[in-house]
């Protein structure tokens, strides 16, 4: 069982940044893919970048060169930076875990409540 939470969503003008934070509990953290995926109002929930247990880094296109995933295995902790934010980036930003990886959300077992992103342009 991993259990996730999320910190450092907000209000933003386009242009900013933001990092988010995700704490995993459990011993083995450092096992599992993860990844950001994240849901604006009325649309689906859309895959944004992920990270395996080894490194290897997957980015949608739409937050390439913007966004940045990182992990530290010490700290039970995955991170997302994101720079030069628009607009439509707005959306509920979730984490996941998954013992498999990759971009889709299927593939992914555990889920955090959500931290809300809002870019006022």
């Known amino acids: 069982q991993v259990q996730l939470v999320e910190s450092g969503g907000g209000l933003v003008q386009a242009g900013g940044s933001l990092r988010l934070s995700c704490a995993a509990s459990g011993r083995t953290f450092s096992s599992y893919a993860m990844g950001w995926f994240r849901q604006a109002p009325g649309k689906e929930r859309e895959f944004v970048a992920a990270?395996?247990?080894?490194?290897?880094?997957y980015s949608a296109d739409s937050v390439k060169g913007r966004f940045t995933i990182s992990r530290d295995n010490a700290k039970n902790t995955v991170y997302l930076q994101m720079n030069s934010l628009k607009p439509e980036d707005t959306a509920v930003y979730y984490c996941?875990?998954?013992?498999?990886?990759?971009?889709?959300?299927?593939?992914?077992?555990?889920w955090g409540q959500g931290t809300q992103v809002t870019v006022s342009s």
């Open positions: 996941a875990a998954s013992l498999q990886g990759g971009g889709s959300r299927g593939k992914y077992d555990y």
């Open positions: 990270i395996s247990w080894g490194g290897i880094i």
